[in-house]
Each structure stands twice: as structure tokens, then as C-alpha cells.
Nanobody, 118 residues
Framework: QLQASGGGLVQAGGSLRLSCAAS????????MGWFRQAPGKERNIVAT????????AYADSVKGRFTISRDNAKNTMYLQMNSLTPDDTAIYYC?????????????WGQGTQVTVSS
């Protein structure tokens, strides 16, 4: 199971850090990722990280502003979001892959709302 948290309301230019706590089948041996879904739009990938944290990837829209990381001792993944804009407003979901390297999501967290005001 995955439990996402850390969302909230922030002004444009501000920062938030999302957390995703893993338990059960999804844990330190699995790649993980963040997705987001804005109202009326499809769910899109934001960032992914492999099992050890040595390999990350980002959507072009967040490169240079967002940082994905993980602490396997705490079985937790993070998304540090800086320089937020209203276009970042969405429900953010964490996901786990079925292996150490990212392929596709196999497990989902419940989502956390991020709202960026202008």
C-alpha cells in the first residue's frame, strides 16, 4: 500500500514537499513514481526513481523545479516541488512499479491535492 501526503494550498513561486509512505508489497525493492491529474485532464507522469535512488527521470514541465528522492530506511518517497505555478495544480498520486526499475505503475496511492494560487 502507498500513502501520499503533503499536499495543500500554496502561492505561486512557493514550495511543497510530498511524501509517499510504502508498506506491504511495495517497498525499498521497487521503483516508484509520481503522477498528477488536473481537473478534466488525463493522469500524467511527473517523475520516477529506481529502487536505490540512483536513477531518476522527470517530465519536461517539471525539470529543474521538482526533485524526486527516497529514503529506503523509512520506506518513503518524496517529491520536492519548488517554483510552483498554477499549472502545477492537480491531484498528485504516487505509484510503485513491479520491479527495481521503472516500467509502468502497478500500485497506486490515494492522491494528495496540490493547489497553487496566482
Amino acid at each position: 500500500q502507498l500513502q501520499a501526503s503533503g499536499g495543500g494550498l500554496v502561492q505561486a513561486g512557493g514550495s511543497l514537499r510530498l511524501s509517499c509512505a510504502a508498506s506491504g508489497r511495495t517497498g525499498s525493492n521497487n521503483a516508484m513514481g509520481w503522477f498528477r491529474q488536473a481537473p478534466g485532464k488525463e493522469r500524467n507522469i511527473v517523475a520516477t526513481i529506481n529502487w536505490s535512488g540512483s536513477s531518476t527521470a522527470y517530465a519536461d514541465s517539471v525539470k529543474g523545479r521538482f526533485t524526486i528522492s527516497r529514503d529506503n530506511a523509512k520506506n518513503t518517497m518524496y517529491l520536492q516541488m519548488n517554483s510552483l505555478t498554477p499549472d502545477d495544480t492537480a491531484i498528485y498520486y504516487c505509484a510503485g512499479a513491479n520491479g527495481p526499475w521503472w516500467t509502468r505503475p502497478s500500485y497506486w496511492g490515494q492522491g494528495t491535492q496540490v493547489t497553487v494560487s496566482s
